[in-house]
């Protein structure tokens, strides 16, 4: 494993130095600047300096990579090179991505722009780029071997085509995919229409988020890429709660959230207090006759699902993976189920050889999110997450839909924990409580004779031979 000073040379040594050692001054003139971010907080929405009308997204923990005009083409600058993501504030992964930050910059375009995306490699290997749901000429889409030859280490090469269909889009690499992708190679590409239609409507909020999940074992910050299935952190844009950003909107706002999936595995998203509609999908928008109200949608691998919703419910809703797995931090898997098992005299033993061993499980596993056990560092709590009750006991894929009345338009800062009317918190009963009425039916609630009782059992449904 890479120690953090060791990567953080090794970072110095190839991001930054290569842009100016490996290409000419002549072509470094033709390149648009590369932007690079650091910050893991949310980018207000980037409006757009071409002079065209949309309403730009935003992307939670994440950001829009600006670009260039030069003879009517739209050129953007990618970096492919290691970074270090902080997942969780305490918790900085050693990721590879692109201009700083895993999940890349988000790339946002109108229907019919010409696109030049000049990609440099800083990577220790080389990578390319697929351009995921994009129709364009079969030698920019990006296999290295079948499409291209991959770009070796050092070198910039250049992808350019007419983004001719609107939509939610990704980018990642499609050479040593399985390593790059498992490293935190991706970002989100969204082409507006050129007008809005009913198929595509104008949103007062758009966001865009790309699932994504990692193993990194406790104490580590390298994720562990050879992983087939069993990944231990669960991320949204390479955050992990309580690291993720909410998503602020105003009462009443038309919502739109864009969600891409390149995890090895599906997603069922599910949210709180709405109901929303998939307005898109990779292929395009889906028909109105063809959409339905959900309140969970799956997003299978490789899939994008975009969800409309009016967030007309004021509070703090919570907005998750239904997967309670993706909605946990590092853990291991294989332990046994200790709930109802009595290990009082078992603690005391061990107790006296190893002073600190705690048992856990055995009133189910809430008491982790409290506990103060020993961790090793760079590692985020499995159950955690301070609420204004008390632990919200999760992690992963979850974030809060915030819905204010007194949200200004267009602000997307947070606004603090919701603050109930009054009477509208579930409250402790603390009156006499009735014996519960049972069923009679029920056997429990009949006194058994003690030899036992004897009864007629006839199987449901058995028919007469
Ligand atoms: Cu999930």
Known sequence: ???????????????????????????????????????????????????????????????????????????????AEPVVREMSPGFNANLW?????????????????????????????HTSIHWHGQRLPNGMDGVSGLNQPAIPKGKTFVYEFVARRPGTFMYHPHGDEMVQMAMGMMGSWVTHPKRETDAIAHVDRDFCVLLNAFDIEPGAATPKIMTMTDFNLWAWNSRIFPGTDSFNVRTGDRVRVRFGNLTMTNHPVHLHGHEFLVTGTDGGPTPESARQYEVTADIAVGQMRQIEFIADEPGDWAFHCHKSHHTMNAMGHDLPTLIGVDHSR?????????????????????????????????????????????????????????VRDDQPKGDFSDPGWYEHPPGTVAWEYTGELEEPSRFKSEVSSVELPSDGVEFNAKKPNKRKV
């Open 1 to 79: 494993m890479n120690t953090r000073r060791d990567f953080i040379k090794y970072a110095t040594m190839t991001g930054g130095a290569v842009a100016a050692s490996s290409v000419s001054s002549n072509l470094m003139a033709a390149l648009p600047e590369a932007v690079i971010q650091t910050e893991v907080t949310t980018m207000p929405p980037l409006e757009a300096n071409s002079g065209q009308h949309y309403h730009p997204v935003v992307t939670p923990n994440g950001w829009t990579l600006p670009f260039r005009m030069r003879n009517n083409v739209k050129e953007f600058h990618l970096i």
């Open 97 to 125: 991505g692109y201009n700083g930050q895993s999940p890349g910059p988000t790339i946002e375009v109108v229907e019919g722009d010409r696109v030049r995306i000049f990609v440099t490699n800083n990577l220790p290997e």
């Open 346 to 402: 078992l603690t005391q033993q061990i107790g006296s050889v190893i002073p600190e061993y705690m048992v856990m499980g055995e009133r189910g596993m809430a008491d982790m999110a409290e506990m103060e056990m020993p961790l090793p560092d760079n590692t985020e709590r499995m159950m955690t997450g301070d609420g204004p009750f008390g632990s919200i006991e999760m992690g992963g894929m979850l974030s809060v839909l915030k």
